[in-house]
């Protein structure tokens, strides 16, 4: 359990000013934003597929 603990201490919480979860929350957004662009496009092609 103390070479556990020694070890958890040797990783860097930060990285270049940057936490862990700053770098996964960034790439939540990413996905995110491209998930939002995929259904906007969907929404509208189903839209004009009824209409036309």
């Known amino acids: 359990m103390i070479e556990t603990a020694e070890l958890r201490r040797e990783l860097p ?4 000013g940057m936490t862990f979860a700053d770098h996964a929350e960034s790439g939540v957004q ?12 969907g929404a509208v092609a189903a839209i004009a597929w009824l209409i036309f």
């Open 13 to 16: 919480a930060r990285i270049d």
């Open 30 to 41: 990413l996905l995110s934003r491209w998930a939002g662009i995929v259904a906007f496009v």
